[in-house]
């Protein structure tokens, strides 16, 4: 059976949204220039994967006291597959977003602290 256009066309503007914010996203990573790599820096093998639970189990075989400062970083792993699909997003509370924002903004600043002597070459 298939769905009605209505479905189908609400289904279409829902993907094309997100390729909007994704494109969006990508170009303010993208202007920004330089990525992080801190288990890449510390030389330390891991796997594909979008759950950070996993990675900072990692770092903390390099870096225990960053990997630490990172911990609550976890609650955003659904936030990296399931709102990669329209329909699909994880649920979050309102002003939740703004939690999210400010966890990601302290990893990213943890991530560049931990990073700049190494690339200063200290």
Request: include cysteine; glycine fraction near 8%; charge should be negative.
């Amino acid at each position: 059976m298939k769905p009605p256009e209505a479905t189908l066309r609400g289904l279409a503007q829902q993907w094309l949204e997100k390729a909007a914010a994704d494109l969006g996203a990508a170009e303010q990573l993208r202007s920004q220039g330089g990525r992080f790599r801190v288990l890449v820096r510390y030389q330390v093998e891991f796997t594909k994967t979008h759950d950070i639970a996993k990675l900072l189990e990692r770092l903390a075989t390099a870096d225990s006291s960053v990997a630490e400062s990172l911990r609550g970083a976890d609650v955003l792993t659904p936030f990296g597959v399931e709102a990669r699909y329209p329909g699909d997003a994880p649920e979050i509370l309102v002003g939740g977003e703004t939690a999210a924002f400010e966890i990601a903004c302290q990893v990213r600043d943890a991530v560049v602290s931990s990073l700049q002597p190494y690339l200063e070459g200290k």
